[in-house]
Protein backbone atom coordinates (compact mmCIF):
# COMPACT_ATOMS: atom_id res chain seq x y z
CA UNK A 1 0.00 0.00 0.00
CA UNK A 2 1.09 3.49 -0.79
CA UNK A 3 1.57 5.60 2.26
CA UNK A 4 0.14 8.90 2.50
CA UNK A 5 3.05 11.63 2.48
CA UNK A 6 2.49 15.13 4.05
CA UNK A 7 4.50 18.40 3.39
CA UNK A 8 5.91 20.10 6.11
CA UNK A 9 7.91 23.67 4.82
CA UNK A 10 11.23 24.65 6.70
CA UNK A 11 12.84 28.06 6.37
CA UNK A 12 16.11 29.70 6.95
CA UNK A 13 16.69 33.06 6.08
CA UNK A 14 18.88 35.97 7.42
CA UNK A 15 19.96 39.78 6.77
CA UNK A 16 24.14 40.38 7.09
CA UNK A 17 25.39 43.58 7.67
CA UNK A 18 28.52 45.00 6.89
CA UNK A 19 29.82 48.10 8.11
CA UNK A 20 26.46 48.98 10.07
CA UNK A 21 24.54 48.25 6.23
CA UNK A 22 22.37 45.68 5.23
CA UNK A 23 24.70 43.87 2.31
CA UNK A 24 23.39 40.47 1.80
CA UNK A 25 20.04 38.82 2.77
CA UNK A 26 18.74 35.04 2.02
CA UNK A 27 15.86 33.34 2.13
CA UNK A 28 15.74 29.45 1.89
CA UNK A 29 13.17 27.23 1.92
CA UNK A 30 12.84 23.93 1.86
CA UNK A 31 10.39 20.72 2.07
CA UNK A 32 10.56 17.79 5.00
CA UNK A 33 8.28 14.79 4.64
CA UNK A 34 5.98 12.56 6.62
CA UNK A 35 4.36 9.23 6.34
CA UNK A 36 3.54 5.90 7.14
CA UNK A 37 5.00 2.87 6.04
CA UNK A 38 7.98 4.69 4.12
CA UNK A 39 9.75 6.19 7.19
CA UNK A 40 13.18 5.20 6.13
CA UNK A 41 12.96 6.46 2.72
CA UNK A 42 11.66 9.71 3.57
CA UNK A 43 14.51 10.06 6.26
CA UNK A 44 17.34 10.04 3.89
CA UNK A 45 14.95 12.47 1.19
CA UNK A 46 14.39 15.11 4.22
CA UNK A 47 18.72 14.54 4.91
CA UNK A 48 19.26 15.50 1.40
CA UNK A 49 16.96 18.73 1.45
CA UNK A 50 18.00 19.61 5.14
CA UNK A 51 21.89 19.52 4.03
CA UNK A 52 21.22 21.08 0.94
CA UNK A 53 19.86 24.08 2.72
CA UNK A 54 22.25 24.36 5.69
CA UNK A 55 24.98 24.26 2.18
CA UNK A 56 23.68 26.92 0.93
CA UNK A 57 22.73 29.03 3.98
CA UNK A 58 26.72 28.64 4.77
CA UNK A 59 27.58 29.38 1.57
CA UNK A 60 25.51 32.62 1.74
CA UNK A 61 27.28 33.63 4.89
CA UNK A 62 30.48 32.86 3.61
CA UNK A 63 31.98 33.09 0.11
CA UNK A 64 28.73 35.62 -0.92
CA UNK A 65 29.50 37.63 1.80
CA UNK A 66 32.47 37.80 1.44
CA UNK A 67 31.79 39.26 -2.75
CA UNK A 68 28.97 41.36 -0.86
CA UNK A 69 31.17 43.00 1.38
CA UNK A 70 34.26 43.21 -1.47
CA UNK A 71 31.02 45.20 -3.33
CA UNK A 72 30.23 47.45 -0.92
CA UNK A 73 33.54 48.94 -0.33
CA UNK A 74 34.16 49.38 -4.41
CA UNK A 75 30.61 51.00 -3.79
CA UNK A 76 31.99 53.13 -1.49
CA UNK A 77 34.97 54.12 -3.09
CA UNK A 78 33.68 55.25 -6.38
CA UNK A 79 30.07 57.04 -5.07
CA UNK A 80 28.38 54.05 -6.30
CA UNK A 81 24.40 53.00 -4.57
CA UNK A 82 24.90 49.71 -2.96
CA UNK A 83 23.17 47.25 -4.24
CA UNK A 84 22.02 44.51 -1.47
CA UNK A 85 22.87 41.12 -2.69
CA UNK A 86 20.48 38.13 -2.43
CA UNK A 87 19.73 34.55 -2.35
CA UNK A 88 16.73 32.81 -2.36
CA UNK A 89 15.55 29.17 -2.58
CA UNK A 90 12.01 27.71 -2.44
CA UNK A 91 10.38 24.45 -4.17
CA UNK A 92 7.31 23.17 -5.97
CA UNK A 93 6.03 19.63 -5.33
CA UNK A 94 5.01 18.38 -8.82
CA UNK A 95 4.15 15.16 -8.10
CA UNK A 96 3.18 13.11 -4.96
CA UNK A 97 1.59 9.97 -5.13
CA UNK A 98 2.60 8.19 -2.19
CA UNK A 99 5.32 6.15 -3.93
CA UNK A 100 6.82 8.56 -6.09
CA UNK A 101 8.11 12.52 -5.14
CA UNK A 102 8.63 14.72 -7.91
CA UNK A 103 9.80 18.29 -7.52
CA UNK A 104 11.65 21.13 -8.55
CA UNK A 105 14.10 23.76 -6.45
CA UNK A 106 14.92 26.92 -7.93
CA UNK A 107 17.71 28.97 -6.64
CA UNK A 108 17.78 32.89 -7.20
CA UNK A 109 20.72 35.00 -7.21
CA UNK A 110 21.56 38.83 -7.36
CA UNK A 111 24.96 40.13 -7.06
CA UNK A 112 24.43 43.46 -8.57
CA UNK A 113 23.29 44.37 -12.52
CA UNK A 114 20.07 44.36 -14.19
CA UNK A 115 18.76 41.28 -12.66
CA UNK A 116 19.58 38.06 -11.14
CA UNK A 117 19.88 34.55 -12.11
CA UNK A 118 17.86 31.83 -11.50
CA UNK A 119 18.95 28.07 -11.32
CA UNK A 120 16.81 25.20 -11.67
CA UNK A 121 16.89 22.01 -10.23
CA UNK A 122 14.67 18.43 -10.83
CA UNK A 123 14.44 15.86 -7.97
CA UNK A 124 12.62 12.96 -8.41
CA UNK A 125 12.90 10.23 -5.62
CA UNK A 126 10.95 6.69 -4.99
CA UNK A 127 10.07 6.93 -1.64
CA UNK A 128 10.16 3.41 -0.34
CA UNK A 129 13.73 2.81 -1.44
CA UNK A 130 14.87 6.88 -0.24
CA UNK A 131 16.76 6.90 -3.61
CA UNK A 132 16.44 9.40 -6.64
CA UNK A 133 14.99 8.42 -10.17
CA UNK A 134 17.02 9.20 -12.99
CA UNK A 135 15.34 9.59 -16.80
CA UNK A 136 16.19 5.69 -18.03
CA UNK A 137 14.21 4.68 -15.24
CA UNK A 138 10.93 5.89 -17.36
CA UNK A 139 11.78 4.08 -20.48
CA UNK A 140 12.40 0.59 -22.02
CA UNK A 141 16.13 -0.94 -21.46
CA UNK A 142 18.92 0.31 -23.84
CA UNK A 143 16.15 2.81 -25.10
CA UNK A 144 18.50 5.69 -26.73
CA UNK A 145 15.97 8.59 -24.81
CA UNK A 146 17.76 11.61 -25.83
CA UNK A 147 17.47 11.10 -28.84
CA UNK A 148 13.49 10.56 -28.33
CA UNK A 149 13.52 13.36 -26.17
CA UNK A 150 15.31 16.45 -28.06
CA UNK A 151 13.20 15.25 -31.41
CA UNK A 152 9.78 15.80 -29.56
CA UNK A 153 11.28 19.17 -27.79
CA UNK A 154 12.32 20.30 -31.45
CA UNK A 155 9.04 19.83 -32.46
CA UNK A 156 7.34 21.30 -29.74
CA UNK A 157 9.47 24.38 -30.04
CA UNK A 158 8.63 24.30 -34.39
CA UNK A 159 4.56 24.62 -33.15
CA UNK A 160 5.46 27.44 -30.67
CA UNK A 161 7.53 29.61 -33.37
CA UNK A 162 4.69 29.18 -35.83
CA UNK A 163 2.08 30.07 -33.38
CA UNK A 164 4.07 33.42 -32.68
CA UNK A 165 4.29 31.97 -28.77
CA UNK A 166 7.58 32.01 -27.18
CA UNK A 167 11.31 33.81 -28.63
CA UNK A 168 14.02 31.20 -28.98
CA UNK A 169 17.84 31.61 -30.44
CA UNK A 170 17.66 30.68 -33.87
CA UNK A 171 20.07 27.93 -34.16
CA UNK A 172 17.45 26.55 -31.08
CA UNK A 173 17.59 23.06 -32.63
CA UNK A 174 21.72 22.67 -32.43
CA UNK A 175 21.57 23.96 -28.31
CA UNK A 176 18.37 21.87 -27.43
CA UNK A 177 20.56 18.86 -28.44
CA UNK A 178 24.15 20.08 -26.92
CA UNK A 179 22.24 21.69 -23.86
CA UNK A 180 20.35 18.78 -23.04
CA UNK A 181 21.13 17.54 -19.82
CA UNK A 182 19.38 14.24 -18.52
CA UNK A 183 19.40 15.76 -14.88
CA UNK A 184 17.18 18.52 -15.56
CA UNK A 185 13.56 17.24 -15.16
CA UNK A 186 11.03 16.52 -12.98
CA UNK A 187 7.32 14.25 -12.99
CA UNK A 188 3.89 16.09 -13.60
CA UNK A 189 0.53 13.78 -13.65
CA UNK A 190 0.77 14.32 -16.98
CA UNK A 191 4.34 13.51 -17.74
CA UNK A 192 7.81 14.39 -17.38
CA UNK A 193 8.90 17.70 -18.24
CA UNK A 194 12.73 18.69 -19.56
CA UNK A 195 13.60 22.18 -18.80
CA UNK A 196 16.64 24.39 -19.88
CA UNK A 197 17.97 26.67 -17.67
CA UNK A 198 18.16 30.54 -18.86
CA UNK A 199 19.79 31.06 -22.23
CA UNK A 200 20.49 27.40 -22.92
CA UNK A 201 18.25 27.52 -25.47
CA UNK A 202 16.37 31.39 -25.80
CA UNK A 203 17.21 34.68 -23.92
CA UNK A 204 16.62 35.75 -20.77
CA UNK A 205 13.19 36.90 -21.04
CA UNK A 206 11.97 34.12 -22.14
CA UNK A 207 12.77 32.26 -18.71
CA UNK A 208 13.40 28.38 -18.11
CA UNK A 209 11.99 27.23 -20.83
CA UNK A 210 9.71 23.91 -19.81
CA UNK A 211 8.82 20.71 -22.71
CA UNK A 212 5.82 18.15 -21.04
CA UNK A 213 6.60 14.61 -22.39
CA UNK A 214 3.54 11.65 -21.83
CA UNK A 215 4.61 9.08 -20.07
CA UNK A 216 5.91 5.68 -22.20
CA UNK A 217 2.70 3.11 -21.41
CA UNK A 218 5.85 0.90 -19.42
CA UNK A 219 7.39 3.72 -17.67
CA UNK A 220 3.97 5.52 -15.44
CA UNK A 221 5.08 6.24 -12.29
CA UNK A 222 3.97 3.79 -9.45
Known amino acids: MACEITVTEQQLTRELEYDFTP ?6 RYPQFEGEGCEKGLEKINAFYSQRAQRLALYACKDLFAA ?30 GCTLSLYWD ?18 WDVKAGCALTLQDFFP ?13 IGQIAEQ ?7 YFDDYEENV ?3 FNPQNFYLTPEGLVIFYQQYAIAPYSSGIMEFTIPYYPCALPR
Do not use: C, W
Open 141 to 153: RNFDYKIDLTEQI
Open 23 to 28: ILHYDI
Open 161 to 167: IAAGNNI
Open 68 to 97: AADQYDYDQENGFPVMPYELVANYTVTLNN
Open 107 to 124: QYIFTGGAHGNTTRYGHS
Open 177 to 179: IAE
